[in-house]
C-alpha cells in the first residue's frame, strides 16, 4: 500500500483523496447518525442545515445526509460491480481474440459490432426500460458498454504484443502461454487498464445520474443522485443549498475518478 502511494502523481493523490473521503462519508456516517433516508417529516420540508440535519432535508422532509450516504454507496456499488466485471471479461475475451485470433476474434469482434450499433447511453436506457425500478439491468447495461473499451483495447494491444520480440522468444523456449502473458502482456496491459477502470468509473456516475435525472432506472423513495436532481430541480429558489448537494456530490466523485486516471510514475 505504501509503494503503490508513493508512485501516485500529486493529481491522482488528489483523486484519491477526495475518493476516500466520499466514501468515509457514505459508509461513516449511517454509523454515526442512523437516520432513516427514507423517513418523511413534513414539518421540516427545505429546512436549512441544523443540529438535527447537518445537510438540511428535501421537499419530504427527508434528511439530506442520509440521503446523500445512501446515493455514494448506491453508486460506488454500481462502480465495483460494472467497471470489475467490464475488467476481466474484456481483459479475458480480449487476451484470447489477439493471442489465438481466428473465429474467436471474429466472434468477439461481433459481439462488439452488435453493442456498438447503438450509443451508449441509449443502450443502458433500452435495459433500464426492460426491467423498470431494477439496479441489475442498469448493472448489466454499463458493464456491457464498458466492456467494449475493454476488449477493444486488449485486443488491439495483445495482437502487436504478439508480433514483439520477446513474446516470440518466449514461445520458442517452450515458457509457457501463463507465464508469457503475465510475463510480457499483463505487465504492458495494467496501466491502461487503470486508466480504462478510471475513466469507466466516472462515465458509469454519469450514466446513473443520466438515467435518474431524466427519470429512467430508479424509482422513488430510492436515493439516488440524479433522481434527487429531478426531485429537488422545481425548489432551487427555496432551497438553492439542498438542490445543489447532489450536483457537487456527482462532481466530486466523477472528478475524483478523472484525477486517478492519470499515468502513474514508475
Not at 37 to 65: W, Y
Request: hydrophobic fraction near 55%; aromatic fraction near 12%; charge should be neutral.
Amino acid at each position: 500500500m505504501i509503494k503503490y502511494l508513493k508512485n501516485l502523481t500529486p493529481t491522482q493523490l488528489i483523486g484519491l483523496i477526495i475518493l476516500a473521503a466520499l466514501l468515509i462519508f457514505a459508509y461513516g456516517s449511517p454509523l454515526i447518525r442512523p437516520h432513516d433516508m427514507a423517513l418523511q417529516n413534513l414539518d421540516v420540508i427545505l429546512s436549512a442545515p441544523s443540529g438535527e440535519h447537518p445537510f438540511g432535508t428535501d421537499h419530504l422532509g427527508r434528511d439530506m445526509m442520509a440521503r446523500l450516504a445512501s446515493a455514494i454507496r448506491l453508486s460506488f456499488s454500481l462502480i465495483v460491480g460494472s467497471v470489475g466485471v467490464s475488467l476481466i471479461f474484456g481483459l479475458l475475451f480480449g487476451l484470447l481474440a489477439g493471442i489465438f485470433g481466428g473465429i474467436l476474434d471474429k466472434f468477439f469482434n461481433f459481439i462488439c459490432d452488435c453493442i456498438m450499433a447503438l450509443p451508449g447511453l441509449l443502450f443502458i436506457l433500452l435495459f433500464a426500460s426492460i426491467a423498470p425500478n431494477s439496479f441489475w439491468s442498469l448493472y448489466l447495461g454499463v458493464s456491457l458498454v464498458m466492456w467494449v473499451e475493454f476488449f477493444k483495447m486488449t485486443r488491439a494491444m495483445s495482437l502487436t504484443l504478439r508480433k514483439s520480440s520477446e513474446v516470440q522468444a518466449s514461445t520458442l523456449m517452450d515458457m509457457g502461454l501463463w507465464y508469457i502473458i503475465k510475463r510480457h502482456y499483463l505487465p504492458r496491459l495494467a496501466p491502461v487498464m487503470w486508466t480504462l477502470s478510471a475513466f469507466g468509473a466516472g462515465n458509469a456516475v454519469l450514466a446513473l445520474a443520466t438515467l435518474g435525472f431524466v427519470n429512467v432506472g430508479l424509482k422513488p423513495p430510492t436515493a439516488e443522485l440524479g433522481l434527487m436532481m429531478t426531485e429537488l430541480f422545481p425548489y432551487y429558489y427555496e432551497a438553492p443549498l439542498v438542490f445543489f448537494l447532489p450536483i457537487i456530490t456527482v462532481f466530486l466523485l466523477v472528478l475524483s475518478f478523472q484525477l486517478l486516471s492519470g499515468k502513474q510514475d514508475g
